[in-house]
């Protein structure tokens, strides 16, 4: 049994067309939505209030959405958890917050990471596997869109509880998952900071720690018998021509060995196939290296 997780996912650009239609399969390839269909648990985050409305909050950088009729799409990629805690999800105000969690809970399709108020963002997710209990914890780095003890939001990474929220999560489960939303965008490396905080998010009970939010692929580091992954790319995210977001990695979890591999995509207009280019891995394990 495996699971997949994808990075930076917002239906936008020339595919929007593609998650209307709920064409998954055009969007993916042939080879790449074999896949991601045939993988038992599928993960990713994305990084837009799905809303009709227009009620952009007051902040630095864009204010994304997608429109409600995109789920199709979303929800033809078969996620078996969607996290939301990222610097966007807020971008259009609760209005934008909760038409997203509207969309999800008419789907069926749960999600992590973003609550009416901070209690509630802060909760992991437990996924019962064949015995196994995979737990996780989703954050982001606290920029415009952070859940209050009164107003929805995103789970914001917090040193003085989130890492407590890890170590609890990690004593009721087999293996433990964090998704954190942070990073430099279109860096390549972990700040020192960056590396200091995942390191210890392992300590408190992490075995693996995803980091998403810089838009390109970054490196791998091997840290206590535990993996830290710092970036792996957009998965669906037409938004920029940059050469940083051309390329993004698929993180293939085995679930009976934890053993993890990846799968390398290259953005070829609106559609995300897998590559056969060696140069991805090969840069990737080389800056892995030099970490």
């Given at each position: 049994?495996?699971?997949?997780?994808?990075?930076?996912t917002?239906?936008?650009?020339?595919n929007?067309?593609?998650f209307?239609?709920?064409?998954?399969?055009t969007?993916?390839?042939?080879?790449?939505?074999?896949?991601?269909?045939e993988?038992?648990?599928?993960?990713?985050?994305?990084?837009?209030?799905?809303?009709?409305?227009?009620?952009?909050?007051?902040?630095?950088?864009?204010?994304?959405?997608?429109?409600?009729?995109?789920?199709?799409?979303?929800?033809?990629?078969?996620?078996?958890?969607?996290?939301?805690?990222?610097?966007?999800?807020?971008?259009?105000?609760?209005?934008?917050?909760?038409?997203?969690?509207?969309?999800?809970?008419?789907?069926?399709?749960?999600?992590?990471?973003?609550?009416?108020?901070?209690?509630?963002?802060?909760?992991?997710?437990?996924?019962?596997?064949?015995?196994?209990?995979?737990?996780?914890?989703?954050?982001?780095?606290?920029?415009?869109?952070?859940?209050?003890?009164t107003?929805?939001?995103?789970?914001p990474?917090?040193?003085?509880?989130?890492?407590?929220?890890?170590?609890?999560l990690?004593?009721?489960?087999?293996?433990?998952?964090?998704?954190?939303?942070?990073?430099?965008?279109h860096?390549?490396?972990?700040?020192?900071?960056?590396?200091?905080?995942?390191?210890?998010?392992?300590?408190?009970?992490?075995?693996?720690?995803?980091?998403?939010?810089?838009?390109?692929?970054?490196?791998?580091?091997?840290?206590?018998?535990?993996?830290?992954?710092?970036?792996?790319?957009n998965?669906?995210?037409?938004?920029?021509?940059?050469?940083?977001?051309?390329?993004?990695?698929?993180i293939?979890?085995?679930?009976?060995?934890?053993?993890?591999?990846?799968?390398?995509?290259?953005?070829?207009?609106?559609?995300?196939?897998?590559?056969?280019?060696?140069?991805?891995?090969?840069?990737?394990?080389?800056?892995?290296?030099?970490?």
């Open positions: 049994m495996n699971l997949l997780i994808a990075g930076d917002v239906p936008v650009g020339d929007i067309s593609l209307k239609k709920g064409d998954i399969e969007l993916l390839g042939e080879a790449l939505y074999e896949k991601w269909i993988a038992d648990y599928r993960v990713f985050n994305l990084e837009t209030p799905l809303y009709d409305g227009n009620t952009p909050i007051s902040k630095c950088g864009p204010n994304l959405k997608a429109p409600t009729d995109t789920i199709q799409g979303l929800a033809k990629l078969k996620p078996t958890l969607v996290s939301l805690s990222n610097n966007h999800i807020l971008d259009h105000g609760s209005e934008g917050v909760y038409s997203t969690l509207d969309q999800f809970k008419k789907h069926e399709i749960q999600v992590i990471g973003v609550g009416d108020n901070l209690k509630e963002a802060h909760k992991p997710e437990i996924i019962n596997i064949n015995g196994q209990k995979i737990g996780f914890y989703s954050c982001a780095e606290h920029e415009f869109t952070i859940a209050t003890e107003s929805p939001g995103a789970n990474f917090d040193p003085l509880e989130s890492l407590d929220h890890i170590r609890d990690s004593q009721q489960v087999n293996y433990t998952i964090i998704l954190l939303h942070g990073g430099k965008e860096y390549r490396y972990p700040s020192p900071y960056l590396q200091k905080v995942c390191r210890k998010m392992v300590e408190k009970g992490a075995d693996l720690v995803v980091c998403q939010h810089s838009h390109c692929i970054g490196c791998e580091e091997n840290y206590k018998n535990s993996k830290i992954v710092y970036g792996q790319g998965f669906i995210f037409d938004y920029s021509d940059s050469d940083f977001w051309q390329t993004c990695l698929l293939n979890l085995d679930l009976d060995s934890f053993e993890i591999s990846y799968i390398p995509i290259e953005k070829q207009y609106e559609v995300i196939p897998e590559s056969t280019d060696i140069a991805i891995m090969n840069d990737f394990l080389k800056r892995s290296q030099e970490i």
